[in-house]
C-alpha cells in the first residue's frame, strides 16, 4: 500500500481516463494519493483529525473500483483512520455500502445534459432563451482557447482574479482557481466583450463517462446577464455528438435517504445540513442549472462507520474547503 504526495502526470491522466466529476479536487496540491500495486488506478484523498476523505468513486477503471476501494479501506485502517467517500455515485455507493462503508447519504444529485439536446426549446426554454438575447444584444462572443498564447492566458487568469476578488460570504469549493496549473485534458472557453475577456469556462475530459466536465464557470462583475449561459450553450455545441456535458453535484432542499447511520447520528446529520444549506446559499447552484433542464443522478456521502461524530464533520469540512 502506498500513500504519497500529488504526482500532477499521474493523476492528469487518472482523472481524463477514469475520473468522476469530483476527481477535479485532487488536483488541489493539498490532496494526497493512494495506490495499491497490482491495481489500476488511484484514490485522492485528505486527511483531518484521524478521518481520510476521499473525492468521488475511486479513480480506476470500473472492474477494479471495489479492489481499490478495500485497499483504501484496509490503508485507512492500518492508520487508524475512519474514512469517507463524498459525492460518491449511484452504481459505487451500491457497491460499496456493507463491504468498504457501513452508512450513506443521498447528499444531493449529479447533473448533466446531452450534447445533442437543446435546453432553448419549448416554455421550459424561455429563461434561458432570454439570457441568451441579452448575451447577443451585449455584443458578448465566446471563443476556444486551443494554447500558445500568453497574452490570452494572462487575460483569462485576470478575469479570474477579478471574479474571485468580488466574491463574498461563506464558501464551499472542491478545486481552486488555477486554470493552467494542469492542461491535460482539458478545453478552455472564454466569453470577450470589446476586446476584454468577461468569462471563463474550463472544461475536464471525463472519457470513461463519454463526457465533459464543468471544472470551473465563472464570469466578471462587469460580465452581462447571460454571459456564462452563453459560454454553456457554446460549449455544449462544440461537443462531439453522444457526449455529456456535466456539471457536477448540485445539493437538493434536503437530505434524501439516509442508510446505516444511527438515529442520533442522522438527527445530527439533517440538523447539520439544514443550517448549512440557509448558511451557504447550497440550493442556487441547483436553480441556476435548473434552466438547462439536465438529468440528475443521485450523489452520496459515503462513511466507513454507523455514525458522524465531530472529527468526520471536520474532516469534510477541510476536504470541502469551507470557509466563512
Known amino acids: 500500500m502506498v500513500s504519497r504526495l500529488l504526482n500532477s502526470e499521474l493523476v492528469a491522466e487518472s482523472v481524463r481516463r477514469w475520473g468522476s466529476t469530483s476527481a477535479i479536487s485532487i488536483f488541489d496540491p493539498r490532496s494526497r494519493i493512494f495506490q495499491e500495486p497490482g491495481i489500476e488506478g488511484l484514490v485522492g484523498y485528505r486527511v483531518a483529525f484521524g478521518c481520510a476523505v476521499a473525492y468521488g468513486d475511486p479513480v480506476s477503471p470500473k472492474e477494479h473500483t471495489m479492489e481499490m476501494a478495500g485497499a483504501f479501506a484496509e490503508f485507512c485502517k492500518s492508520q487508524n483512520w475512519s474514512h469517507a467517500y463524498v459525492t460518491g455515485t449511484q452504481a459505487f455507493a451500491e457497491r460499496a455500502l456493507g463491504s468498504v462503508c457501513q452508512s450513506a447519504l443521498e447528499i444531493g444529485e449529479e447533473l448533466y445534459i446531452e450534447s445533442n439536446s437543446n435546453p432553448r426549446r419549448g416554455s421550459k426554454g424561455r429563461a434561458l432563451r432570454n439570457k441568451l438575447n441579452n448575451s447577443t444584444r451585449s455584443g458578448i462572443d465566446v471563443l476556444e482557447y486551443l494554447g500558445g498564447d500568453l497574452s490570452v492566458e494572462e487575460a483569462l487568469n485576470g478575469a479570474g482574479r477579478q471574479w474571485l476578488k468580488a466574491r463574498r460570504g461563506p464558501q464551499i469549493y472542491l478545486a481552486p482557481v488555477d486554470l493552467f496549473a494542469q492542461r491535460h485534458g482539458k478545453r478552455y472557453f472564454y466569453a470577450t466583450k470589446e476586446g476584454s475577456v468577461i468569462g471563463v469556462l474550463l472544461l475536464q475530459e471525463m472519457a470513461s463517462h463519454r463526457g465533459w466536465n464543468m471544472q470551473l464557470l465563472m464570469a466578471t462583475p462587469s460580465a452581462p ?16 455528438q453522444e457526449h455529456k456535458l456535466f456539471f457536477g453535484v448540485a445539493q437538493t432542499g434536503e437530505l434524501g435517504a439516509i442508510t446505516g447511520l444511527g438515529t442520533a447520528s442522522e438527527w445530527m446529520t439533517r440538523t447539520v445540513f439544514k443550517f448549512s444549506r440557509h448558511i ?16 440528475a443522478e443521485p450523489a452520496y456521502l459515503l462513511l466507513s462507520g454507523r455514525k458522524i461524530g465531530v472529527r468526520e ?11 466563512l
Open 225 to 240: 446577464v447571460g454571459t456564462t449561459e452563453r459560454l454553456v450553450i457554446e460549449a455544449l455545441e462544440a461537443l462531439e
Open 313 to 323: 464533520v471536520v474532516a469534510i469540512s477541510r476536504a470541502l474547503n469551507v470557509s
Open 280 to 295: 451557504f446559499h447550497l440550493d442556487l447552484r441547483r436553480r441556476y442549472l435548473r434552466k438547462f433542464q439536465p438529468q
